[in-house]
């Protein structure tokens, strides 16, 4: 049997569950006022005087096994829960002079310009990532200068991953036609009229400044 060193409100409020009672009735087990046990689920940290836990330490010494035994699993404290992986994205701006590639992609019912991108999976560089994807999308080889940082992205929520790189060689085409409708190389000085500069992360536009 647990042994109780001082009862507070929210071991009184696990006893009278342990024994399936409604607050009226725990308050006439124990023989004390209805306003008692209502103030033990007001204030789950606060100590009974010290009557009362003469009474909680009677009610539970005498209560049966079964009772007991919920008892002490009600206050077995709650397993940790790993925090599940946030779903990561990495997102290529690859550069060729004073031109940025993106890809024009399928929604539910529209079409958006994006830039080049692609899931990673767990354990996966982004930067790696970045590369294979652009090539895979769009047939360009490109090479990583800088990563630009990450944040959640305000529209699907996962976690985007930025990534600056240059353009190595290929042709421009659409070789994901399922996801694409398009891709091309479009001027620096036109990005945002195919992507809202509210939709860019900052550092994107900070970089395409200095470029």
Not at 113 to 128: D, E, H, I, N
């Amino acid at each position: 049997m647990n042994v109780i060193d001082a009862w507070d409100g929210r071991k009184a409020c696990a006893l009278q569950q342990a024994f399936r009672m409604t607050q009226e009735a725990f308050a006439d087990h124990l023989g004390v006022s209805v306003r008692t046990v209502g103030k033990w689920h007001a204030e789950p940290d606060a100590a009974p005087r010290p009557d009362m836990q003469q009474i909680l330490d009677t009610a539970y010494e005498r209560a049966a096994d079964t009772v007991r035994h919920r008892f002490s699993l009600l206050l077995r404290p709650a397993p940790e829960v790993a925090p599940a992986q946030a779903l990561r994205v990495a997102i290529a701006v690859v550069l060729r002079g004073d031109q940025v590639l993106l890809v024009c992609r399928r929604g539910d019912d529209s079409l958006s310009w994006q830039f080049p991108a692609g899931m990673c999976k767990p354990g996966a560089a982004v930067t790696s990532v970045a590369v294979q994807e652009t090539h895979a999308e769009t047939g360009v080889h490109c090479a990583v200068r800088e990563e630009l940082g990450s944040r959640v992205h305000p529209k699907t929520q996962v976690l985007a991953h930025y990534v600056l790189c240059d353009y190595l060689a290929g042709e421009a085409t659409n070789r994901d036609t399922v996801e694409n409708v398009d891709v091309t190389w479009v001027p620096l000085a036109a990005l945002t009229r195919f992507i809202p500069p509210e939709n860019i992360f900052p550092p994107i536009l900070s970089a395409l400044e200095a470029a």
